[in-house]
């Protein structure tokens, strides 16, 4: 199992930053993908942005050029640097891992992050 604790989310006026970390913690060899999804009210949930274990990374159309996302490999977390934020970022943000040859998927809890107008 893959326990993944997250931080950094909260309440930020619209053009504001946040800050979000994730570590992986458990059965942690073998862990290839890390990144972020989010879910609005109302919308399925969506992935943000992924790194892989040797930086390859891709995001969603609407948030390219706004977030970065970085991995610490030795100490098995992953960053989002969110700026410009937006009133339609506005979502629970959840940690995925992606771990084995089946590629299983583990998620963090959810971190709220509210963008005010």
């Known amino acids: 199992q893959v326990q993944l604790v997250e931080s950094g989310g909260g309440l930020v006026q619209a053009g504001g930053s946040l800050r979000l970390s994730c570590t992986a913690s458990?059965?942690?060899?073998?862990?290839?993908?890390m990144g972020w999804y989010r879910q609005a009210p109302g919308k399925q949930r969506e992935l943000v942005a992924a790194?892989?274990?040797?930086?390859?990374?891709n995001y969603v159309d609407s948030v390219k050029g706004r977030f970065t996302i970085t991995r610490d490999n030795a100490n098995n977390t992953v960053h989002l640097q969110m700026n410009s934020l937006k009133p339609e970022d506005t979502a629970v943000y959840y940690c995925?891992?992606?771990?084995?040859?089946?590629?299983?998927?583990?998620w963090g809890r959810g971190t709220l992050v509210t963008v005010s107008s």
């Open positions: 995925n891992v992606k771990r084995g040859i089946g590629l299983m998927d583990y």
């Open positions: 458990g059965s942690i060899f073998s862990i290839s993908a």
């Open positions: 790194i892989t274990r040797g930086g390859s990374r």
